[in-house]
């Protein structure tokens, strides 16, 4: 069983700066890819980053490439989001996720989900 929590969320200015946090438990952590989702109430879960399980090969949803960073740290078991120059479009409850079989941004690629961390960035 794997278990995923994140943290690190919270109220931020425009501008501003966030790092999420997921720490894995329940498996060989370094073996997966891990990913970031964000979905905002009445909308659709939205791709944001992905890495490999080496953290050799990184993936970005455009709208966030070059704000945002996806790192792991493999003996920690644990994978970071660093966000930089937020807008309140980034505002949104952040997921992260692994045990992926199938296409990177798909959301039903991935079988394991944590709870979420909420991100709000006020104009």
């Known amino acids: 069983q794997v278990q995923l929590v994140e943290s690190g969320g919270g109220l931020v200015q425009a501008g501003g700066s966030l790092r999420l946090s997921c720490a894995a438990t329940?498996?060989?952590?370094?073996?997966?890819?891990m990913a970031w989702f964000r979905q905002v109430p009445g909308k659709e879960r939205e791709f944001v980053a992905a890495?490999?399980?080496?953290?050799?090969?990184?993936y970005y949803a455009n709208s966030v490439k070059g704000r945002f960073t996806i790192s792991r740290d493999n003996a920690k078991q644990t994978v970071y989001l660093q966000m930089n120059s937020l807008k309140p479009e980034d505002t949104a409850l952040y997921y992260c996720?692994?045990?992926?079989?199938?296409?990177?941004?798909?959301?039903?690629?991935?079988?394991?989900w944590g709870q979420g961390t909420q991100v709000t960035v006020s104009s």
């Open positions: 996720a692994t045990d992926r079989t199938g296409i990177y941004k798909a959301p039903n690629s991935y079988g394991y």
């Open positions: 329940g498996r060989t952590f370094s073996t997966y890819t």
């Open positions: 890495i490999s399980g080496s953290g050799g090969s990184t």
